[in-house]
């Protein structure tokens, strides 16, 4: 599987495809950004007054995305097994 | 029909526990863990507190698990324009006993999984539960992400902090904000003789008003800490998701917390940076009172067929660092449970109704979703007073934490426990910690398997050393 890594965050690997496992509901979502600011990954974007998942590609799982949104329009699941984050170093 | 008696979802801190003890007692059981590796996306600053080893599973205090350093002095440091203008280091012990032993993730679960497959656990890595099988309100098992249905007698989830079957299953809801900490942490590489000249076996804090900008403010999150390695250092803060009212920008908040903190404070500038490299950063979101705050401490740990431990269940990862012991004492608990049901052949809602029951009365597992007085640090924000701020550290991470009326309770009613059961308990204390000690002298620990990808029993095959 694929293995990437950043240059904002050493010591951590994102291996293969984990797929949109965040996803936004544009119908629930008021575009108030609590997403954007609790983000570290800078995943997501508002754009026309809603906030859309920019990319996943430095996303550390973490939900913090999911527990502001008071809207309950962010969806968040796990990746698929073996996908995703990783580190030595947590 | 049934796949196993027990499935164990995550493989973390507390899981492996869980899966061990059911494994011993003869069941047939699956432990099921999302990441390759199990503890590769477990996020933690990590010092485990000597009472989860005490008191925790006998075999993690009779085994020699990978501990990076014993920690036997907390320093708290009182930072203002970015001096140190205090120091308490009331809190301390002598070696060899110690307050706690920091570690990495990674090959501490590992380790911990290791054990569980000893026991004659299956563990498999890389499989996500996806949701649980659900029949007339119960549980009956797990869905992977293959598709696969895997049915069993008792579900016992340990899956972190978002707990997503125990919500799947419309047995809890999601944590609060209120109640939860966004947190960072940059890995920095040190020599092994500088961290020992720098630091010793002591860890340190930073605390300061919120006009220092090297931390959140007072209450609303972690303090500035650095946690000591074999040949690292740890530094972490955070931030709750809900500080006094609103949802801060905490993504250009913490790491400039932490660019402020090496810019200004002279212990960092002049003792530290010179000697270390950065390694990594790593973020996670950890729950400090998902078990405390009225909306949601009450929420049930059990359900028809479910079993919920550690994080999952809000017994949470507090600003007392009491994460890995209550999921390692609610992992045992919810073993026992599951093993009782299992034999009986009842899994229903009122013969798992016991673990409710065992984990209330737990003397570490009570405290950590009764104890109001975490709150007291916001106060402080209100009074203003280096004086207030200062007793209240004292009391919380300096010698006040031995008196009876703080951590002295639990600890107080543990050794009592412990002593009923076994007059000879601290015998057992003293020799672990010697050898915990020894261990790590001669930095000599089990070896761990190599990289978990096995899904049958070790049975005394090589194992490898893992590369961290």
Known sequence: MEIRTSDRFPGVEWVGDPGEFIRVDESKCDGCANCVRVCLAECFEIREKKARVRTLAECMECAACWYVCDKEAILFSWPPGGTGFRTNWG | MVDYDVVVVGSGFGGPVAARKCA?????????????????????????????????????????????????????????????????????????????????????????????????????????????????????????????????????????????????????RKYLPESLELYMIWDFEMAKEDVDETFGLSMEFFHAFPEEGIGAPLGYGSTLYIFTYRES???????????????????????????????????????????????????????????????????????????????????????????????????????????????????????????????????????????????????????????????????????GAFRYRYSGRPLAKAVREALRRDPRAPLKWMEMFSRYYRNWEENRFDPLSESGRYTRPLAGKTHLQPDI
């Open chain 2, 233 to 399: 250092i740890h530094p972490g803060l955070g931030q709750f998701l809900v500080t006094r009212g609103e949802i801060p920008n905490a993504a250009k908040l913490l790491p400039r917390y932490f660019e402020n903190f090496q810019e200004k404070v002279t212990r960092w500038k002049r003792d530290i940076a010179p000697k270390v490299r950065l390694r990594a950063v790593t973020w996670d979101v950890c729950p400090i009172y998902a078990g405390l705050i009225p909306e949601t401490r009450n929420m049930p740990v059990f359900g028809d067929g479910i079993l919920v431990i550690g994080d999952a269940a809000g017994f949470e990862a507090s600003a007392f660092g009491d994460g890995v012991p209550s999921a390692w004492f609610s992992a045992e608990l919810a073993a026992e449970v599951a093993v009782e049901a299992v034999r009986k052949g009842d899994s229903s809602r009122s013969a798992l109704h016991q673990y409710e029951r065992r984990v209330k009365e737990h003397p570490y597992i009570t405290w950590i979703i009764t104890d109001w007085r975490r709150w007291d640090l916001r106060k402080i924000l209100v009074s203003r007073s280096e004086a207030d701020l200062r007793r209240m550290i004292r009391d919380h991470w300096g010698i």
């Open chain 2, 24 to 172: 011993e007692a003869g069941l047939d059981t699956l432990l099921l863990e999302r990441s390759e590796v199990p503890g590769e996306k477990v996020v933690s600053g990590l010092v485990i507190p000597f009472y989860g080893f005490t008191f925790g599973p006998d075999f993690i205090r009779e085994g020699n698990p990978p501990l990076e350093r014993p920690i036997c002095k907390v320093v708290n440091r009182f930072v203002r324009d970015g001096e140190i203008y205090a120091t308490d280091a009331t809190l301390r012990v002598p070696k060899p006993l110690a307050l706690g032993y920091a570690a990495y993730c990674k090959p501490f679960c590992t380790w911990l999984a290791d054990k569980a497959v000893e026991a004659g656990a299956e563990l498999r890595t890389s499989t996500t539960a996806v949701e649980p099988i659900l029949e007339k309100g119960a549980v009956r098992g797990v869905i992977t992400d293959k598709g696969e249905e895997i049915r069993c007698q008792v579900l016992i989830d340990a899956g972190g902090t978002q707990n997503r079957l125990a919500l799947q299953a419309g047995l809890r």
